[in-house]
């Protein structure tokens, strides 16, 4: 983990970005999703335009993980709707801590904006990690991408309730794995799995094409 490094994503970062998001959802999701869920869910390279205007915007706080100049995993932070959007790691880097530290950089730009609770949306593998986190479980929900329907779990967490100094001061050998990524882990009380994306009002969450309303370009 002593190689990794976490930075402030730019518009350049998208095409990496969208790329971690496809490959996640792809290869860590798919026994938890069906072959149509998965094709429906994960983004294409022509949402790139899409990815880039949410880097640029400035509700949203978007943070990359690094490997020796490559992006392995980020995670995004929509300030105005006090909600995690995403959170991915790419496979290769899965279970090394990444999605905690991810997690926790946003949850502090969320601190510094005045925000006190926070929202996600969990894929079903990736519930027992924000578990882990100090998240607890909502409800389940159905969003709808492209006619396909996809359950996830809405997870919240109190960040009042947490020290921000004793974030950074945990060994990584000592932190949880993480799942797939925000890009959505989960695992619910029955192994289900979950999105981190989230979205208001529990519409748009998920929608994998270019849209006009900034809350959904980071949804699932």
């Known amino acids: 983990m002593s190689d990794i490094s976490f930075r ?4 350049a970062d998208a095409g990496e970005i969208l790329g971690i998001k496809r490959t996640a959802i792809e290869e860590l999701e ?3 999703y069906s072959p ?16 880039e205007q949410a880097i640029d915007d400035e509700q949203f706080v978007v943070h990359v993980a690094e490997a020796a100049g490559t992006i392995v995993g980020y995670g995004a932070l929509n300030v105005p709707s006090e909600r995690i959007d995403a959170v991915y790691v790419h496979p290769d ?6 999605a905690t530290v991810l997690v926790k950089h946003l949850e502090l ?6 925000v006190l609770e926070l929202d996600i949306m969990a894929a079903r593998n990736a519930v027992p990690f924000y578990r882990s986190v100090g998240y ?4 389940a929900e159905v ?9 996830f779990v809405r997870m919240r967490k109190r960040l009042d309730e947490t020290d921000p100094d004793e974030w950074f001061d945990a060994d990584f050998a000592d932190l949880p794995a993480e799942p797939a990524a925000w890009v959505d882990t989960d695992a619910g009380e029955d192994g289900e799995s979950f999105d981190t994306e989230a979205a208001d009002e529990g519409e748009g969450w998920f929608t994998a094409k270019a849209v ?6 980071f949804g699932n």
């Open 93 to 98: 880097h899965h279970g090394n801590g990444i």
């Open 109 to 114: 730009s969320a601190e510094f904006q005045g």
């Open 212 to 217: 006009s309303d900034p809350d959904e370009w």
């Open 143 to 151: 969003t709808t991408i492209d006619d396909v329907d996809l359950e």
């Open 36 to 51: 149509e869920q998965i094709q429906a869910w994960a983004p294409k390279e022509s949402y790139r335009d899409t990815f």
């Open 136 to 139: 607890w479980r909502l409800d």
């Open 8 to 11: 402030r994503a730019t518009p």
């Open 30 to 32: 798919h026994w938890q």
